[in-house]
């Protein structure tokens, strides 16, 4: 699910200018240059091809249900870091280091992700020593149009809906709820809610997000009590000068070509058994 954002509405410098007299055309004047900047026309700047920004992302899904009579508990986390490139107004690519871990069972090798397209390209030193001669990267395609790997960051939608949505409770901080509905723009999203937590540097540029959403089973399913997702993704470098190209031809090899033994060797050294996606 792609993460949604809200911004603010920033008001430093008011009282500044109510601190002093000046003369009116003066303060008229140093009100115009005081007018808080849209975030939403802020984050459309930088969604900009060539532009970039780099993220840190931790995430976990809880899944709370009950079998034989007892309630129990599945947890799996998720650590990203990495950098997003931007075309005219979406992520065109990115190039994340990702590595997951259950309360059930130790942490899995971290891998490196690049995605572009449809695609994403996936390695880590495991990984490449499992693959035949010469290969290093394994090479899977979304089966849609949409790539789920690129399904982060923020899109000025989103973020205009969380403006909407939120009031700030410190400089810089807007906090907000919403129904899993509304959250999702999906009357068929099913019961849930939404908490997010919102901040912002003195430009209005995203600093950071922590998304909370807990849903429930629809009518009599028993498949799970609830599903709480966890999200605190933190921005820097808004604008940085960034390009990621997919992998050289001649170092990938398409998942499909795998064989059961090399798949079995590159899902032990990291890769994930259900893939990128």
């Known amino acids: 699910m792609k993460l949604f954002f809200a911004g603010l509405v920033a008001t430093a410098a008011a009282a500044a200018v109510c601190a002093v007299a000046v003369p009116a055309q003066a303060a008229s004047v140093a009100s115009v240059q005081a007018a808080p ?21 931790s995430s976990s899904i809880t899944l709370d249900f009950t079998a034989d009579g007892r309630t129990m508990q599945i947890q799996v986390n998720t650590h990203t870091v990495g950098t997003l490139a931007f075309d005219k107004g979406n992520v065109a690519a990115a190039d994340l280091r990702v590595r997951m871990s259950s309360r059930q069972k130790r942490s899995t090798p971290p891998y490196r992700v690049i995605a572009e397209g449809r695609n994403a390209y996936v390695t880590n030193a495991g990984i490449a020593k499992a693959l035949p001669s010469g290969r290093s990267w394994i090479q899977s395609k979304a089966s849609g149009h949409e790539n789920a790997v690129l399904d982060v960051g923020v899109t000025p939608a989103e973020l205009q809906f969380m403006l909407d949505n939120a009031s700030e409770v410190a400089t810089g901080q807007y906090q907000g709820t919403a129904t899993l509905a509304d959250f999702r723009h999906d009357k068929s999203a099913g019961e849930g809610n939404v908490e997010f937590h919102l901040y912002f540097d003195e430009h209005n540029l995203l600093t950071r997000t922590v998304v909370d959403t807990t849903t429930y089973p629809d009518g009599d399913t028993t498949a799970y009590d609830q599903m709480v997702f966890h999200t605190d993704t933190k921005y820097s470098n808004w604008g940085a000068k960034v390009k990621i190209a997919a992998p050289a031809a001649g170092k990938v090899i398409s998942e499909k070509k795998l064989n059961a ?16 996606f």
């Open 261 to 276: 033994k090399t798949r079995k060797a590159v899902i032990k050294a990291g890769y994930p058994e259900s893939g990128p």
């Open 37 to 57: 900047v849209d975030p939403v026309k802020t984050l459309k700047a930088q969604l900009a091809p060539d532009k970039g920004v780099k993220i840190t992302e």
